[in-house]
């Protein structure tokens, strides 16, 4: 007799940090309580599993380059673990993903995004820099508002608008 066993690459997370995600038993609680998983749904996570142990999992069984974005699509909040009925550490193994991807194994995190997060950063700790760029956005944003929503976002911020249609910059700012 032969027993041919298809575990799609699991046996290779035995031992190692993320040999606690195997415990899963695919219940789901921690898709419903995760606060990106209920905005954004099933389809943008691009595998078969979703939500917070997706952004784990799918990740280490299809690629860790492919699915890169999923690690970081996390507040961290921690409600995926205080739910899961296994006490799975979810954060933790996300945490432990986006530091692989920080040291290079492999290098996942793009020079653009690198860049563009280090702006955002500039921008977003000087209030009045911050304020500026809203009202720039705010018009920039307009050719693409349809209905109070942007479905086709341009250029490199298509993908932003692939499964979901993106909220526009609000035209109220916040009182001083
Ligand atoms: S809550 Fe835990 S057991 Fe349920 S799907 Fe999420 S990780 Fe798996």
Redesign the pocket.
């Known amino acids: 007799m032969h027993l041919v066993i298809l575990d799609n690459g699991r046996s290779q997370l035995l031992g190692g940090e993320f040999e606690e995600?195997l415990?899963?038993?695919?219940?789901?609680?921690?898709?419903n309580v995760c606060p990106v998983y209920r905005v954004l749904g099933g389809h943008a996570y691009g595998g078969v599993y979703s939500?917070?142990?997706g952004a784990v999992q799918t990740p280490l069984l299809q690629g860790a380059i492919d699915y890169a974005d999923l690690p970081q699509a996390s507040t961290l909040c921690g409600a995926?673990k205080d739910?899961?009925?296994?006490q799975?550490d979810?954060p933790r193994m996300l945490l432990a993903l986006r530091r692989r991807g920080a040291e290079g194994q492999p290098r996942t995190t793009k020079w653009g995004e690198t860049a563009a997060f280090k702006a955002y950063s500039q921008v977003a700790s000087q209030p009045n820099l911050y304020q500026m760029a809203l009202k720039m956005g705010r018009v920039a944003q307009k050719p693409f508002v349809k209905n109070g929503r942007i479905s086709q976002a341009p250029g490199p911020l298509k993908g932003w608008t692939n499964q979901r249609n993106l909220p526009p910059i609000a035209p109220k700012e916040r009182k001083k």
């Open positions: 995600s415990q899963c038993l695919r219940c789901g609680a921690c898709l939500g917070p142990i995926c739910v899961c009925p296994v799975i979810l």
